[in-house]
Structure formats: structure tokens, C-alpha cells
């Protein structure tokens, strides 16, 4: 099938895209702040670069768009009609990237959090961020560390039970 943009148009809508900084990310950093906890932004030395940090709980948040790293059963989650091999392959890479940093960092000791673009509604509210963030961080977060959000994805061996921090 034909893109029914042109070349220049579609490259001026790609170039546009961004990794950080974006609605949903800044919805659930809002959503943080609100509720007192204090975080740092995209941690270079952390796989992944996750969306937040919080350091003093051990915890990691990544907030992910649905198209790219195709959330399992969303609607949002769809293969675009043109230059389908690339995209395919394109998500997949993604998808096992993902994978592999999530497990790097629960070996590591990191808790690891995943919010869902598709979660904060259309459009975001900080409310429902700020729900989202209650129910998946503030609730857990002096329990034993644990995984969300990844239980559906294919993933790669887990790591040993002695390797995660009590």
C-alpha cells in the first residue's frame, strides 16, 4: 500500500516525534510532584533511560506511548498499511528492547513501574495520573520489589531470586 502522504510531509511528521519530555510523561511527573514524591528525569546511567526515577525507593517509571512500543490488546497498538516489514521489525525491536532493560533493571534491584499512554485517558488528566500512580507505586512501594505492567510481554528468562533486593 501507498502512503498517502508525501516523503517530505511524512519526515517533517517524524522528525516532530519525541522521547522525552512528552504530554503523558509530563502529566505523570505532575502527578508525582502533587503527591510530594521527588524524582529525577531520565537517567543515562539506568538501562532504558526510564521516564523517572526515584531513587530513594528504589523504583523506576517509564511512561510509554502505545503506538511505539505497541501495548498488547490497545487500539493504539496498530501496524501502519505502508512499509510494513520495517514496521514490524521496527516494533519488535522496540518491544525486545524494552523487555531486555526491564529485566536489566530488576537484576539490578529496581522496581520497575510501566504506565500506559492509553492509561491516562484521551485526553490525560492529572487525575488520572495521579490515580495510576497511587495504585501502581505508592501502594507498593515498601513491599518486596515488583514488576507492572510487563506480566503480558514476552520476556526473557527471569532473573534469580537472589539476584533482587529484599
Sequence with gaps: MVDHVTKTRRSAIMSA???KNTAPEILVRKAAHRLGLRFRLHRRSLPGQPDLVFPKWQTVVFVNGCF???HPGCQRAILPKS???FWRRKFEQNVQRDIANYARLA???WRV?????CQLGR???IERATDLLRANFLSHRRKRPR???IDRLPRPEAPSETS???
Design 164 to 166: 533482587r533486593r529484599s
Design 17 to 19: 516525534v519525541h522521547g
Design 83 to 85: 512499509k510494513i516489514r
Design 147 to 149: 514488576e507492572f505492567g
Design 68 to 70: 511505539w512500543h505497541q
Design 123 to 125: 485526553p490525560g488528566t
Design 107 to 109: 537484576e539490578m534491584g
Design 113 to 117: 513501574v510501566i504506565l500506559w499512554q
